[in-house]
């Protein structure tokens, strides 16, 4: 079974801080993708990123960073230099393949979220 | 690209009474559908999943049901609501070959 876990519920930081997200997941499929999505008090999901199982370099997006590690099945996320904007809640998620060839997502799982408050 | 059509925004519905939430998609032909739930302060969670009209996978067993009578086209539906039914209620779609799922706008129901 999939299984995503955030295991930091609430965090609070001080804009200019930088701040890592954590997230580890579980699957047997040796085929799956992960995505982090971010959620604002209007409640709509914006996603982030996707990351591929086969495909372990880590990405930079303006402040944006990832780590993934098949390794240690982790997939965190930082943010650099943390901004009052960047407040909301964050989700990490897991998506099994399927279809033909696994050229279809699946079901997604999510972890339970972290609340990140950037604090002025 | 595909869009997600979600309605009403919000509900407050009675304990006892039914539920009705359509979901629709735009862009995408024979998509994968998805139900989820957010509890108050908790995370997503899977409720329902289609891959085709009729073809409905349950995640969670509970007091909701699923439909999809058209394929672009996805109803939860409840005979009669409970209290613990209140919460943020997305639906999701994804096509072959996308590179991610497209989410609704949501319908935050409140049970009283």
């Known amino acids: 079974a999939q299984k995503v876990t955030q295991a930091q519920t609430e965090i609070s930081v001080v804009e200019k801080e930088d701040v890592t997200l954590d997230c580890v997941y579980e699957?047997?499929?040796?085929?799956?993708?992960l995505f982090w999505y971010k959620q604002p008090p209007s409640g709509e999901l914006v996603f982030l990123i996707r990351?591929?199982?086969?495909?372990?370099q880590n990405e930079i997006s303006g402040r944006y960073s990832w780590n993934f590690q098949k390794s240690t099945s982790s997939f965190n996320f930082t943010i650099t230099a943390s901004q009052v904007v960047d407040s909301a809640v964050y989700f990490c998620?897991?998506?099994?393949?399927?279809?033909?060839?696994?050229?279809?997502?699946?079901?997604?799982?999510f972890g339970r979220g972290t609340q990140l408050t950037v604090w002025p | 690209s595909q869009t997600i059509h979600q309605w009403p925004a919000t509900l407050v519905q009675p304990v006892g009474s039914p539920l009705s939430l359509e979901c629709t998609v735009e862009?995408?032909?024979?998509?994968?559908l998805y139900w989820y739930r957010q509890a108050a302060g908790r995370g997503l969670q899977l409720l329902f999943y289609?891959?085709?009209?009729?073809?409905i996978s349950s995640e969670v067993p509970q007091n909701l049901s699923a439909s999809r009578p058209q394929d672009r086209q996805f109803i939860l539906s409840s005979k009669k609501l409970l209290l613990s039914d209140s919460g943020f209620y997305l639906c999701?779609?994804?096509?072959?070959?996308?590179?991610?799922?497209?989410f609704g706008s949501g319908t935050r129901l409140t049970v009283v």
């Open positions: 998620a897991l998506s099994e393949a399927a279809g033909d060839r696994g050229s279809t997502l699946g079901r997604l799982y």
């Open positions: 699957t047997r499929d040796t085929t799956y993708y």
């Open positions: 990351r591929n199982s086969f495909d372990e």
């Open positions: 862009g995408t032909s024979n998509p994968n």
């Open positions: 289609s891959v085709g009209i009729g073809q």
């Open positions: 999701a779609g994804t096509g072959a070959g996308a590179y991610g799922y497209t």
